[in-house]
């Protein structure tokens, strides 16, 4: 079984960037493809970025093309997300997700492990 802890989030103003974190615990995620979702008050979760086990490949919602980094560190067993010139709208609890063995996906549904997420506020 895997768990995971996000943390970095928190209260900034828009054009600021964050980083996010995502600590796995319980076994090795170096051979898992994981993810990043978001879920803002009143809406669904929605994708973020994705990154395969290599970290060599990565995918991103149109929303954050550009602006957004996902990243891994598997010997240290952790996932980040680099957000640069945030804006309002990307106010959101951020989760992280853990595909398992497989390639990178963007539904929730291919995603089996998911963390307790964290909150990001960016003010106008």
């Known amino acids: 079984q895997v768990q995971l802890v996000e943390s970095g989030g928190g209260l900034v103003q828009a054009g600021d960037s964050l980083r996010l974190s995502c600590a796995a615990s319980?076994?090795?995620?170096?051979?898992?493809?994981m993810g990043w979702f978001r879920q803002a008050p009143g809406k669904e979760r929605e994708f973020v970025a994705t990154?395969?086990?290599?970290?060599?490949?990565?995918d991103y919602a149109d929303s954050v093309k550009g602006r957004f980094t996902i990243s891994r560190d598997n010997p240290k067993n952790t996932v980040h997300l680099q957000m640069k010139d945030l804006k309002p709208e990307d106010t959101a609890v951020y989760y992280c997700?853990?595909?398992?063995?497989?390639?990178?996906?963007?539904?929730?549904?291919?995603?089996?492990?998911w963390g307790q997420g964290t909150q990001v506020t960016v003010s106008s």
């Open positions: 319980g076994r090795s995620i170096s051979s898992y493809a």
């Open positions: 997700a853990g595909r398992g063995y497989g390639y990178e996906r963007r539904t929730e549904k291919d995603y089996i492990y």
């Open positions: 990154i395969s086990w290599t970290g060599y490949s990565t």
